[in-house]
């Protein structure tokens, strides 16, 4: 089963660091498309931040300069580091898997996906 698990979600003023964890099964995670989704009180699902196999990763505007998105195949980990948090990235985050390889035209539509982790929490505020 691929079903993706987040983990490292918590509480941080603004300006505080923060990174989440997302685990998947597989014998071709290598293969996998990842992403990173959130979802605020109120609002839609937006993207945050994607890749895909032996690609660089694909970001937000929002938070291009201050999230770094990696993966370590060997380890079925994807991991987005988040620096410099605002009180508007406040949402729950949730990882996004595809077992091969997602349109570049497509890494942030949501539809693109196949599996969902459940999501965890982050709360930026002072």
């Known amino acids: 089963q691929v079903q993706p698990r987040e983990s490292g979600g918590g509480f941080v003023q603004p300006g505080g660091s923060l990174r989440l964890a997302c685990a998947a099964a597989?014998?071709?995670?290598?293969?996998?498309?990842l992403a990173w989704f959130r979802q605020a009180p109120g609002k839609e699902r937006e993207f945050v931040a994607g890749?895909?196999?032996?690609?660089?990763?694909y970001y937000a505007d929002s938070v291009k300069a201050r999230f770094t998105l990696s993966r370590d195949n060997a380890a079925n980990m994807l991991y987005l580091q988040k620096n410099n948090l605002k009180v508007e990235d406040t949402a729950v985050y949730y990882c996004?898997?595809?077992?091969?390889?997602?349109?570049?035209?497509?890494?942030?539509?949501?539809?693109?996906?196949?599996?969902w982790g459940q999501g965890t929490q982050v709360t930026v505020s002072s």
């Open positions: 996004a898997v595809k077992s091969n390889r997602v349109i570049l035209s497509q890494i942030a539509e949501s539809s693109a996906y196949s599996y």
């Open positions: 890749i895909r196999e032996g690609s660089s990763p």
């Open positions: 597989g014998d071709t995670f290598r293969k996998y498309s």
